[in-house]
């Protein structure tokens, strides 16, 4: 069955880092966009950053931008991402997510469970 276990999220002083790690099972990775979404108490959910499949390239939420960078290793059915700079804004569940649209329109998307991110001193 399909898993994305999230790694890595914690406690850390405002201008620390933390790396998340994210790795995935059950579907053929290589073929899904792959991203990282958060969430914090109140707000909605949102697109932090983007590693899309076949080497398309990265995006990034502005207000991450030159502080966040994601990777993918295929190889390791993982992504990644680090985080500098830390700001209390950036305090949120951080979730997977594997995504793909196909050429008849049918999309898959799965999301795992959730890793914390506190950011505070």
């Known amino acids: 069955q399909v898993q994305l276990v999230e790694s890595g999220g914690g406690l850390v002083q405002p201008g620390g880092s933390l790396r998340l790690s994210c790795a995935a099972s059950?579907?053929?990775?290589?073929?899904?966009?792959m991203n990282w979404y958060r969430q914090a108490p109140g707000k909605e959910r949102e697109l932090v950053a983007a590693?899309?499949?076949?080497?398309?390239?990265?995006n990034y939420l502005d207000s991450v931008k030159g502080r966040f960078t994601i990777s993918r290793d295929n190889a390791k059915n993982t992504i990644y991402l680090q985080m500098n700079s830390l700001k209390p804004e950036d305090t949120a569940v951080y979730y997977c997510?594997?995504?793909?649209?196909?050429?008849?329109?049918?999309?898959?998307?799965?999301w795992g469970q959730g890793t914390q991110v506190t950011v505070s001193s």
């Open positions: 997510n594997a995504h793909v649209l196909l050429s008849d329109a049918t999309r898959y998307q799965y």
């Open positions: 059950g579907f053929p990775f290589s073929n899904y966009d």
């Open positions: 590693t899309l499949r076949h080497g398309g390239g990265t």
